[in-house]
């Protein structure tokens, strides 16, 4: 299941950071430059669909505001049972669902596969390993802050 996963996400992904990298690499001839190049592309990929998450995210903004006091209300006349039950057929009459709640992390979400897919390249990538970059000393070693 998860190499299938792997396979019809992430390895696309890994195939559109490995070609920006070495483009960039080409025009470059500089690997510290051809990372921030990847780093540039994998922000501008996710630029539309960070764009669509905040119309969500508004609308989820939008609907707790329109809410909120008719939920206020149910919270200070109501305790257990009762307000959960008058809390569901409020949520119900405003075609609302607490699941929805989670539309605001969508844009965090849509994100990762990105971020696995150009860590996947970049920390396999043999021409980082002893390559300094303004104040980095070998790009292709471990983070020295945590040991």
């Not at 119900?92 to 539309?103: E, G, K, N, S």
């Not at 994100?111 to 790009?139: C, H, T, W």
Request: glycine share 4%; aromatic share 16%; charged share 15%.
């Amino acid at each position: 299941m998860l190499d299938a996963l792997y396979s019809i996400i992430i390895f696309p992904l890994y195939q559109i950071v490995e070609l920006c990298y070495y483009v960039s690499w080409k025009v470059f001839k500089n690997s510290g430059y051809a990372v921030l190049c990847v780093s540039f592309a994998v922000s501008f990929m996710c630029l539309p669909l960070y764009v669509i998450a905040e119309k969500w995210q508004e609308l989820e903004r939008v609907a707790q505001k329109n809410m909120a006091s008719g939920v206020a209300r149910i919270k200070k006349a109501f305790k257990g049972d009762e307000q959960y039950m008058m809390l569901a057929t409020f949520y119900r009459q405003h075609h609302y669902h607490p699941i929805m709640a989670l539309r605001s992390s969508i844009s965090l979400a849509i994100q990762i596969p990105f971020f696995i897919a150009a860590y996947a390249f970049l920390s396999n990538l043999e021409s980082l390993r002893g390559v300094s970059f303004l104040f980095i000393k070998d790009m292709g070693a471990p983070d020295a802050l945590f040991p």
